[in-house]
């Protein structure tokens, strides 16, 4: 695990490896987009809460069993937060390849089926 000096540039080259995403300001925020569905955003000080975080959308039932088994890393987002999104925060040391995992199962979750079709065949090779 390390701390990455520039999270947001780490999750950008994560999340550009992936068919059809794209990144766009919103509420002042970047947010991640796959297909026409948000599945990420970078919060840095949201509303003077003291973190740098990722929030990410997470399959039904897993936001409330990564807060339970780390709840000074991971934290239930305002907002999103009632639709099962959940937060890991990125100012401490961090497991990145944990984090592209829970990006990608977002990034599943609201991708259109042709792009994950494309994300599976490029991992096939």
Not at 8 to 22: C, F, H, N, S, V
Not at 79 to 88: D, I, K, M, N, R
Not at 111 to 124: C, G, N, S, Y
């Amino acid at each position: 695990m390390a701390k990455v000096r520039d999270p947001l540039g780490k999750m950008r080259k994560i999340i550009a490896q992936w068919p059809e995403t794209d990144e766009r300001l919103s509420h002042g925020s970047p947010t991640f987009w796959g297909g026409k569905k948000t599945f990420a955003n970078f919060h840095d000080n949201h509303h003077d809460d003291g973190r740098r975080a990722i929030w990410f959308k997470a399959p039904p039932g897993m936001q409330g069993e990564l807060v339970e088994a780390d709840p000074d890393l991971f934290f239930v987002p305002p907002y999103v937060g009632p639709s099962g999104w959940a937060a890991v925060r990125v100012d401490r040391d961090v497991d990145w390849n944990m984090i592209e995992g829970l990006l990608e199962q977002g990034y599943r979750l609201v991708a259109p089926k042709r792009a994950i079709k494309l994300l599976d065949e490029a991992a096939a090779k």
